[in-house]
């Protein structure tokens, strides 16, 4: 058993900045594939980016070039820094972990979730 807890979330402008954070407790968190999807209100929950345990990464074409995602092992953490926000990205964003990552990577293939942390962007 994976837990997952985002945190970081908020209200910020339209072109501005923030980072979610994801803890991960309960197993090797190194082991595991670690990826951000996020769902807006009447929205399918969509992939927005992944890292491998070895560190290569994934991404969405809508977050390309606005958003990094890293991790930290040692802290067992995830980062997802997001930069040059705009309204299109608000939604709430989960952390989610799988065992084998497959592209294309889509929400069903995740064995562990986040409750997920509301990112609202204005203008």
């Known amino acids: 058993q994976v837990q997952l807890v985002e945190s970081g979330g908020g209200l910020v402008q339209a072109g501005g900045s923030l980072r979610l954070s994801c803890l991960a407790s309960?197993?090797?968190?190194?082991?595991?594939?670690m990826n951000w999807f996020r769902q807006a209100p009447g929205k399918e929950r969509e992939f927005v980016a992944a890292?491998?345990?070895?560190?290569?990464?994934y991404y969405a074409d809508s977050v390309k070039g606005r958003f990094t995602i890293s991790r930290d092992n040692a802290k067992n953490t995830l980062y997802l820094q997001m930069n040059s926000l705009q309204r299109e990205d608000t939604a709430t964003y989960y952390c989610?972990?799988?065992?084998?990552?497959?592209?294309?990577?889509?929400?069903?293939?995740?064995?562990?979730w986040g409750k997920g942390t509301l990112v609202t962007v204005s203008s």
């Open positions: 989610a972990a799988d065992r084998i990552l497959s592209v294309p990577i889509r929400s069903n293939d995740m064995d562990y």
């Open positions: 309960g197993r090797s968190f190194s082991a595991y594939a």
């Open positions: 890292i491998h345990w070895r560190g290569t990464t």
